[in-house]
T-cell receptor, first 114, second 110 residues
């Protein structure tokens, strides 16, 4: 059981470039979300999804797009990278079954925009 | 989402109990209280959650005040591996949105 897998682990982008951060889970979890964590700060919610075909915005959605075509995958797209998007990005998933409240987080993608 | 307030940092000696407080005075009657921790250079991990009564698991205990306006995460014997940032979270009832605050950074002294 791999849990939540994020790729790549590290990435350097130039300002204006676009890229997709990948997130996959093999636990059949309905709920998935993306967070960013700036140095010394807590996590901020970017986007989340309650199931395939359904996404919604979190606290800091600007500059990011998401889609959820399958239960397993929840990619995060940076449309035009900016230095302010330098951060560590975490993907998380959880089941919506009653009694199962724990989120499983991936190990993160460290993104630097120069 | 209900707001939580935690101290920025705390220290504890190894092998001693640690009580990590969280205030959530605007909590609604159906909001669960969740705790996560984040070890250095890792993603957060689930610790414990509860609604009204105290809860125990292999990692920790959660003590919830009778009026539910505050709670305390209890680590019974802190180890060096418990050094982490601990987050208290109140997801809005009926949603799965977690809004993380800045948490409490726990330092464990050998």
């Amino acid at each position: 059981n791999a849990g939540v897998t994020q790729t790549p682990k590290f990435q350097v982008l130039k300002t204006g470039q676009s890229m997709t951060l990948q997130c996959a889970q093999d636990m059949n979890h309905e709920y998935m979300s993306w967070y960013r964590q700036d140095p010394g700060m807590g996590l901020r919610l970017i986007h989340y999804s309650v199931g395939a075909g359904i996404t919604d915005q979190g606290e800091v959605p600007n500059g990011y797009n998401v889609s959820r075509s399958t239960t397993e995958d929840f990619p995060l797209r940076l449309l035009s990278a900016a230095p302010s998007q330098t951060s560590v990005y975490f993907c998380a998933s959880r089941s919506t079954l009653t009694g199962n409240y724990g989120y499983t987080f991936g190990s993160g993608t460290r993104l630097t925009v120069v | 989402d209900a707001k939580t307030t935690q101290p920025n940092s705390m220290e504890s000696n190894e092998e001693e109990p640690v009580h990590l407080p969280c205030n959530h005075s605007t909590i609604s009657g159906t909001d669960y209280i969740h705790w996560y921790r984040q070890l250095p250079s890792q993603g957060p991990e689930y610790v414990i959650h509860g609604l009204t009564s105290n809860v125990n698991n292999r990692m920790a205990s959660l003590a919830i005040a009778e009026d539910r306006k505050s709670s305390t995460l209890i680590l019974h014997r802190a180890t060096l591996r418990d050094a982490a940032v601990y987050y208290c979270i109140l997801p809005t009832s009926g949603t799965y949105k977690y809004i993380f605050g800045t948490g409490t950074r726990l330092k464990v002294l050998a």
